[in-house]
């Protein structure tokens, strides 16, 4: 087996060099060659690389390193408005503007950005998800002026490595694998699965500076907090509504 | 450059030659050294091979040669019931209960789909998306016994290849590579992004069988129409309201 997939980790820190154009295009234009439904590749990337651009959607990601040390910034969205488009200029009716359309677009779109991911790092680049896309998914459409029936759902850095973070542990397979029907686990066996985090010395650390009793409250309540989840749930419903996903 | 990637395609037809379980395991292990949110991996996996149960779940991917000749055929869910479940078990507030937590669920598991599909291919299995997983959604969740804050969100078949497709074009990359900003094609750029679709005489044959004027008419009025989507659109939601990501 190839060993890269195993040994992979994702890139917090890059190098100031900028990447290369024709290279990152040529990455793209790879990937592209990743499934997509009906071949309609229903998705754009936008890539920011101009300095004060940069400065400015790195902001909306709350200056992480991963966003703020990279020399690119790709912002991967959903996209059904070529395609529909394209539609209406043939005399189609192009009924794509409800909330299955995204869910399609959507998909197509995190599909391309993994390849990208894949493709980039096997080049030797570093790559990042920012997960923060969804957060501020409104502020960074307008700088990046999408149209209707597009929205970001996945955004990714990328440049050469400064310095790769650690490989970082994955629970058990079978304790998402599921043979022919999903198996509930209970207590005991939960505790077994996330063993492997709530065993790491590192995340020992992060339970004391928060002062919290155990992992799952760090998580739960400091990192991914249900007032912080409940407030982007409104505003990226109300950001599907505004580009038309949603009626 | 990788080859691999460039020649990529999807399979729709397989040997009946059954997947060996160990075999998939490890490729959905290495497969979850993809990217995840936070290190939470927030997705399931139900793989199907029992006879009985692929005849049923083929079904609902209205027996498609990609689902009905598969010898498994994976479901990729979109999962906070595990993560919610130990957190809950731990004494903490787990606010995953809505929809950005779906968002960010639905990420993660589209990810490791991807990832799944090329760590596969690589290794000489052919798969293949069923982009009907949303079509009937409910009754796929009903039959792999997808608990609270479980969805599918991606379906592959994986097996041995019996012929694998011909490569698939795409759109040249300017066409969805956007620097620093959206910027919207006219008319013109549009029928040149899409001219390798209209150009194929292949897609001549579509337009004349669905006895539409062109193209476009053909993949939003017969393969994807607006009264499909918009009715996938409702039951999709219900399922995500349901399943507890909506309220």
Same mark, same amino acid.
């Given at each position: 087996m190839d060993n890269y997939f195993v040994n992979r980790r994702s890139c917090r820190n890059f190098k100031s060099e900028k990447i290369d154009i024709k290279k990152l295009t040529e990455i793209i234009r790879q990937a592209s060659k990743a499934p997509t439904c009906g071949n309609m590749q229903l998705y754009s990337v936008i890539a920011t690389m101009d300095e004060e651009n940069l400065k400015r959607l790195s902001a909306f990601h709350y200056n992480q390193p991963a966003a703020s040390t990279a020399p690119c910034i790709l912002t991967i969205c959903a996209d059904f408005n070529r395609f529909t488009q394209w539609c209406e200029s043939n005399d189609a009716d192009a009924g794509f503007d409800n909330f299955h359309s995204f869910i399609v677009a959507m998909t197509d779109a995190v599909i391309l950005a993994q390849q990208i991911v894949t493709i980039a790092e096997k080049e030797g680049y570093g790559t990042c998800y920012?997960?923060? /896309?969804? $957060?501020?998914a409104e502020e960074i459409s307008k700088l990046l002026k999408l149209p209707e029936l597009v929205v970001p759902v996945a955004s990714l850095s990328i440049g050469v490595p400064e310095c790769i973070g650690e490989a970082t542990d994955r629970i058990v397979t079978d304790g998402f694998l599921h043979i022919e029907n999903y198996s509930v686990a209970d207590e005991k066996k939960l505790e077994e699965i996330f063993r492997i985090h709530t065993e790491n010395p590192e995340n020992e650390k992060f339970i004391m500076e928060n002062n919290k009793e155990n992992l799952a409250q760090v998580f739960?309540? /400091?990192? $991914?907090?249900r007032a912080l989840n409940e407030e982007v749930s409104v505003s990226f419903m109300q950001l599907l509504k505004k580009k038309g996903f949603i009626k």
């Amino acid at each position: 087996m190839d060993n890269y997939f195993v040994n992979r980790r994702s890139c917090r820190n890059f190098k100031s060099e900028k990447i290369d154009i024709k290279k990152l295009t040529e990455i793209i234009r790879q990937a592209s060659k990743a499934p997509t439904c009906g071949n309609m590749q229903l998705y754009s990337v936008i890539a920011t690389m101009d300095e004060e651009n940069l400065k400015r959607l790195s902001a909306f990601h709350y200056n992480q390193p991963a966003a703020s040390t990279a020399p690119c910034i790709l912002t991967i969205c959903a996209d059904f408005n070529r395609f529909t488009q394209w539609c209406e200029s043939n005399d189609a009716d192009a009924g794509f503007d409800n909330f299955h359309s995204f869910i399609v677009a959507m998909t197509d779109a995190v599909i391309l950005a993994q390849q990208i991911v894949t493709i980039a790092e096997k080049e030797g680049y570093g790559t990042c998800y920012l997960g923060t /896309v969804t $957060y501020n998914a409104e502020e960074i459409s307008k700088l990046l002026k999408l149209p209707e029936l597009v929205v970001p759902v996945a955004s990714l850095s990328i440049g050469v490595p400064e310095c790769i973070g650690e490989a970082t542990d994955r629970i058990v397979t079978d304790g998402f694998l599921h043979i022919e029907n999903y198996s509930v686990a209970d207590e005991k066996k939960l505790e077994e699965i996330f063993r492997i985090h709530t065993e790491n010395p590192e995340n020992e650390k992060f339970i004391m500076e928060n002062n919290k009793e155990n992992l799952a409250q760090v998580f739960s309540e /400091v990192r $991914y907090p249900r007032a912080l989840n409940e407030e982007v749930s409104v505003s990226f419903m109300q950001l599907l509504k505004k580009k038309g996903f949603i009626k």
